[in-house]
């Protein structure tokens, strides 16, 4: 069974400067997750999507960031402008039902 | 408070010994609890996961949950030097919620 498909495995921004990121989640997950692991840090979740819709976006900073789930399937998180804080790794997880989530390598971002 | 709360440590102990992490948790109505184990530029990865109170062993891992005192705990038998990584708790339920994370060392 192919895992949780992140990409890029690394990216270095300026401030200020847009990016994104990719995630193709296990075939057949409905419920798809988006961390931020700053180092040191557990993983912080930033959104939840359960098929195409969002289940819990609370903790996403709206104002720089965004994300989508068209189709149910692949996602995409954006973040427009980073700051130097958005420096991070950004993991993407997956799970059918209740059962565990499985994670990506996850997107390691620099900003400078 | 923080739903889910964990010594950041380092932890650093000798190979073949028996190692203890543990975390609290705020709130009880919670009842699905995970460990995972994140090495260094990788991904989590699910270790163990328990319902309700009670102990789970798989191989030299056993997670145990004291619903009373709130209290999650990993234990790992006869450590390795392999065993070093981070190791995070995490509440389950419709999301899923992690500590800061221990991070082990096993000294060869």
């Known amino acids: 069974e192919a895992g949780v498909a992140q990409s890029p495995r690394y990216k270095i921004i300026e401030k200020r400067q847009s990016v994104a990121f990719w995630c193709n989640p296990i075939?057949?997950?409905?419920?798809l997750y988006w961390y931020q692991q700053i180092l040191g840090q557990g993983p912080k979740l930033l959104i939840q999507?359960?098929?195409?819709?969002?289940?819990?976006d609370s903790q996403l900073p709206k104002d720089r960031f965004s994300a989508e789930r068209l189709k149910g399937v692949d996602s995409t998180l954006k973040i427009q402008p980073a700051k130097l804080e958005d420096s991070a790794v950004y993991l993407c997880?997956?799970?059918?039902?209740?059962?565990?989530?499985?994670f990506g390598q996850g997107t390691r971002l620099t900003v400078v | 408070q923080k739903e889910v709360e964990q010594d950041p440590g380092p932890l650093s102990v000798p190979e073949g010994a028996i190692v203890s992490l543990n975390c609290t948790y705020s709130?009880?109505?919670?009842?699905?609890f995970m460990w995972y184990r994140q090495y260094s530029r990788k991904g989590p990865e699910l270790l163990m996961y328990?319902?309700?109170?009670g102990n789970k062993e798989d191989g030299r891992f056993t997670a145990q949950v004291d619903k009373s005192s709130k209290y999650i705990s990993l234990f790992i038998r006869d450590s390795q030097p392999s065993d070093s990584a981070t190791y995070l708790c995490?509440?389950?339920?419709?999301?899923?919620?992690f500590g800061k994370g221990t991070r082990l060392h096993i000294l060869p």
């Open positions: 997880a997956s799970k059918q039902g209740n059962t565990e989530a499985f």
């Open positions: 075939s057949g997950h409905a419920t």
């Open positions: 999507f359960q098929n195409n819709g969002v289940v819990d």
């Open positions: 709130n009880s109505a919670f009842q699905y």
């Open positions: 328990t319902y309700s109170s």
């Open positions: 995490a509440r389950g339920g419709d999301k899923i919620i």
